[in-house]
């Protein structure tokens, strides 16, 4: 299964001791239900439509370990969730799964993050690409690793930093990197939400399967 190889690879790598930083590790304690998500959603089969965000955060993945799902989303869509944790930019990204339908949402879409894993500095969560370049390449080679894997045809970025660093990557490759949707984090402030949700809805019904 890609999530036990990702795992491996990021958990066993010593690239994050020498960083200034705190490794978000515990959705390991969450470790079952992101398989039991897994085998639900994609049992081996990859959609070839990525949306991808910027690295999971202190309140949401980085607990569930999930990309964009907080422990309340989390729930409806397994069985065996007992938090109900909550977060912001979890709740707008649940609310587009939910309009579209979730399980017709995930056959259409493989939901993932430039990182697998998160980061926090002084209580606050810190994006990959403020890291040192030796643990971005680390980062990024993960990354290749993944959607080599996964084979993708289009890679939506969720932010334009995602963006760059997708085009960056994956210049002259064949995948189709010019979509991008604004971060759920700023379409989940309320003077955002409903613009947003209109964004991602109408250019998501393009890939819809």
Known sequence: MLVEELKERYISSSIFDDEDII????????WENVKRFNEK???GYYPKTVLCGINPGKNGAGKTGVPFLDFSSLSKLIDGVVSADTERSAQFFYD????????????SFYVTNISWIG???DGNNKNYYELS???K?????AFKYEMSVVAPKTIISLSQEVKKTVNNIFKSSGINTSASLPHPNYCAFPKNYEKCKMQYIEMLAQYIK
């Open 137 to 141: 390449d680390f980062i990024y080679d």
């Open 119 to 121: 980061f926090t500095k």
């Open 96 to 107: 587009i799964a939910e309009e579209i339908d979730a399980e017709k949402f995930y056959r």
């Open 41 to 43: 959603y994609y049992d």
């Open 133 to 135: 370049d030796s643990v």
């Open 23 to 30: 490794v978000l590790d515990d959705f390991l304690d969450n």
